[in-house]
């Protein structure tokens, strides 16, 4: 089965960077599109980025300018750059992978943003 496994997450500083890695346990070209998540307490789930297998890719508009998406296909990696942090990017973020309308999750990684 389809495991996802993210980390990179903690606490950083508002301004700051952190990067955020997803270990997928099947080749990235095999599935149609992958991304990332987060939801805080008491907000609702939030899709935050997302590439196809064409390489399109999605931002929210909350994100869109500071965070980036990539894959590495060689390494079996999905990768969430996040610059320019703020304290309302507190979040449990996770990676999701789509292959034939079916989604697979990983169990999140905790990012903190506070001074």
């Known amino acids: 089965q389809v495991q996802l496994v993210e980390s990179g997450g903690g606490l950083v500083q508002p301004g700051g960077s952190l990067r955020l890695s997803c270990a997928v346990s099947?080749?990235?070209?095999?599935?149609?599109?992958m991304g990332w998540l987060r939801q805080a307490p008491g907000k609702q789930r939030e899709l935050v980025a997302s590439?196809?297998?064409?390489?399109?890719?999605y931002f929210a508009e909350s994100v869109k300018g500071r965070f980036t998406i990539s894959v590495d296909g060689a390494k079996n990696m999905v990768y969430l750059q996040m610059n320019r942090l703020k304290p309302e990017d507190t979040a449990v973020y996770s990676c999701?992978?789509?292959?034939?309308?079916?989604?697979?999750w990983g169990q999140g990684t905790q990012v903190t943003v506070s001074s």
């Open positions: 099947e080749s990235t070209f095999s599935f149609s599109s």
């Open positions: 999701y992978a789509d292959r034939k309308f079916t989604p697979y």
């Open positions: 590439i196809t297998g064409t390489g399109d890719t």
